[in-house]
């Protein structure tokens, strides 16, 4: 079985773009996570999304959105890129029913940098 | 504050050796989950084994074994027979409750010698 699958791997933008990343979940999993993680530190959370709802958004500016669509597939989208979010950029797949005990497994990442 | 602390930014262990690697979490919530991944310089992070609050026993995955103790709010992660392989970024992850949001630690870099 496929594990999540994250695109582009590799991209680099300009300072005011916009750039979309794309992750597909593993299947049969229906939540899908978005993390920010810069160098030297552990990823940030930055939305959570369930059944195409948005379910957690962490502490980021409006400049980020996300959605979910029936395929369980979700996008990442950032607006007006500052150099600040040169980072690898993480999706999560789980089945998360709202229990603890579901396991969460990551892609390969997308790695961004801004110039 | 910090809710997950990882201590030692960075680790060295002679290959075939047992290595520790700590994680302290600060929560209140009485149902939680805690993560251990690796991430490679590829920046995967590779699932390694999961806790449970409620779990009773130590949680164990092959070569990968968690050592919680509630009352001291740890969870450490030992490696038995280090592998050369072994060497990456460790990082220690903590869910609250029923959110589907993971806290990470600040990462621990294992260095694994011949």
């Known amino acids: 079985d496929a594990g999540v699958t994250q695109s582009p791997t590799h991209l680099i933008k300009t300072r005011g773009q916009h750039v979309t990343l794309r992750c597909s979940p593993i299947s049969g999993h229906k939540s899908v996570s978005w993390y920010q993680q810069v160098l030297g530190q552990g990823p940030q959370f930055i939305f959570q999304?369930?059944?195409?709802?948005?379910?957690g958004r962490g502490n980021f500016p409006d400049r980020f959105s996300a959605r979910q669509f029936p395929n369980y597939s979700s996008e990442l989208n950032v607006n007006a890129l500052l150099l600040g979010d040169s980072a690898l950029y993480l999706c999560?797949?789980?089945?998360?029913?709202?229990?603890?005990?579901?396991?969460?497994?990551f892609g390969e990442g997308s790695w961004l940098t801004v110039v | 504050a910090q809710k997950i602390t990882q201590t030692q930014p960075g680790m060295f262990v002679q290959e075939k050796e047992a290595v520790t690697l700590d994680c302290t979490y600060d929560?209140?919530?009485?149902?939680?989950?805690l993560f251990w991944y690796k991430q490679p310089s590829s920046g995967e992070m590779i699932f390694l084994i999961y806790q449970g609050s409620y779990d009773q026993q130590n949680a164990t995955e092959g070569r990968y074994s968690l050592n919680f103790q509630k009352a001291r709010k740890s969870a450490n992660l030992v490696i038995s027979a280090s592998q050369l392989g072994d060497s990456a970024m460790y990082f220690c992850a903590m869910r609250e409750g029923r959110g589907g949001k993971l806290i990470f630690g600040q990462g621990t870099e294992l260095s694994v010698k011949p």
């Open positions: 999304y369930y059944e195409k709802e948005e379910r």
């Open positions: 929560t209140s919530d009485p149902s939680y989950g």
């Open positions: 999560a797949s789980s089945s998360w029913t709202g229990r603890v005990g579901n396991t969460i497994y």
